[in-house]
């Protein structure tokens, strides 16, 4: 924070491409973390669990954790909790998922947590180590019946740009990973494209509860195409067939 309020303040062109540089490098180096743990978490995940819960020892991750449980909670479409344990207590960051509020979740535990603050979106907070087992006992009750009640609120998914099919190209990609590192207060942008035709898909995973896509534009020009994995939209794609045309509110990845 400090290198970049230097940055805005200097008066020399040259101490303020040295700055700019220098933050470009923490940067690169924060995302090149991220996207590590990412990596680890991948082969952690239960994706038939209603919220993502993991807990690492690495004494890297307590500066990456609001990214990192964003992007997890982004990604598998699920609440997130991701601790950076140390040896006696976790600093830990919440992500919610469609609606669900992290703030009212954490207080059904707060006799177990040393701390916590936030918004209904987002979180943090600190615990005893050999409290979390009974912590996460009680967020995956929350969650339970947050989010999987008769009255389960139902997603709004806010769309920052409509785009056309050849639009969506790596130059794209490239762009948008220049404004990584992705989280609070810089979401991950979400893209609308419409009347996309379906070429192929199959349903896959644990009771085949997702679905990958490849998908043409409406005219069905095999030339290009862009592959689509969509969690935990098995169940409600099960009329789908091929050449159908489908609109898509997807992320690039």
Not at 51 to 77: C, H, M, N, R
Not at 231 to 248: A, I, P, T, W
Request: aromatic content about 10%.
């Amino acid at each position: 924070a400090s290198t970049s309020f230097e940055l805005l303040t200097t008066e020399s062109d040259e101490e303020a491409k040295w700055l700019a540089k220098t933050i470009d490098a923490k940067n690169t180096e924060r995302i090149k973390m991220v996207d590590e743990a990412m990596v680890t978490l991948g082969s952690r995940i239960k994706l038939e669990d209603g919220l993502i819960f993991q807990a690492f020892d690495d004494g890297t991750l307590p500066g990456i954790l609001s990214v990192l449980s964003t992007k997890i909670s982004e990604k598998y479409s699920r609440p997130a909790f991701i601790l950076a344990q140390q040896k006696e207590k976790s600093f830990g960051s919440a992500r919610s998922y469609n609606l669900f509020n992290c703030v009212e979740a954490l207080a059904t535990a707060k006799d177990l947590l040393l701390g916590y603050g936030g918004h209904p979106f987002a979180a943090g907070f600190s615990i005893l180590n050999e409290h979390i087992p009974e912590f996460k006992k009680r967020m995956e009750t929350f969650v339970h019946e947050a989010l999987h009640g008769e009255e389960a609120p139902r997603e709004e998914i806010l769309i920052d740009k409509e785009v056309i099919f050849d639009e969506v190209t790596p130059d794209l990609h490239e762009d948008i990973q220049k404004f990584e590192p992705f989280g609070e207060g810089n979401w991950t942008p979400k893209f609308l494209v419409r009347n996309m035709r379906v070429v192929d898909y199959k349903f896959v995973g644990n009771g085949e509860k997702h679905i990958k896509f490849v998908l043409a534009n409406m005219d069905g020009d095999e030339r290009k195409t862009l592959s689509a994995m969509g969690f935990f939209l098995g169940s409600k794609m099960s009329h789908l067939e091929k050449g159908n045309l489908v609109d898509l509110v997807f992320e690039l990845q």
